[in-house]
């Protein structure tokens, strides 16, 4: 059975970072892309951010370019999301995801974890 649990989520303060941790089982996870999606409360989704199997290419929102990192141990079957400078309006339920290309990661993702709340307080 596939699964995807996050974890790191927390309140943190204007400017302030956090660490998100996505460990993934079921299936080889070197051989997948992974990503990271958020929804606050009353807006839809929005893609954060992408990485491919091997860890060599990444995509970003537009809204995080320059502050979030995403990256993938495959040795660890996990996947990161550095999130530097926050500011209130990253305040979310983070979301990882996973399939089989960064293409489909970034506008359809099959495979969700059950997500972590991030808050930022101003």
């Known amino acids: 059975q596939v699964q995807l649990v996050e974890s790191g989520g927390g309140l943190v303060q204007r400017g302030g970072s956090l660490r998100l941790s996505c460990a993934a089982s079921?299936?080889?996870?070197?051989?997948?892309?992974m990503g990271w999606f958020r929804q606050a409360p009353g807006k839809e989704r929005e893609f954060v951010a992408a990485i491919n199997w091997s860890g060599s290419i990444t995509y970003y929102g537009d809204s995080v370019k320059g502050r979030f990192t995403i990256s993938k141990d495959n040795g660890k079957n996990t996947a990161y999301l550095q999130m530097n400078s926050l500011k209130p309006d990253d305040t979310a339920v983070y979301y990882c995801?996973?399939?089989?290309?960064?293409?489909?990661?970034?506008?359809?993702?099959?495979?969700w974890g059950q997500g972590t709340q991030v808050t930022v307080s101003s």
């Open positions: 079921g299936r080889t996870f070197s051989t997948y892309a």
């Open positions: 995801v996973r399939d089989v290309d960064t293409t489909t990661v970034r506008t359809a993702p099959r495979e």
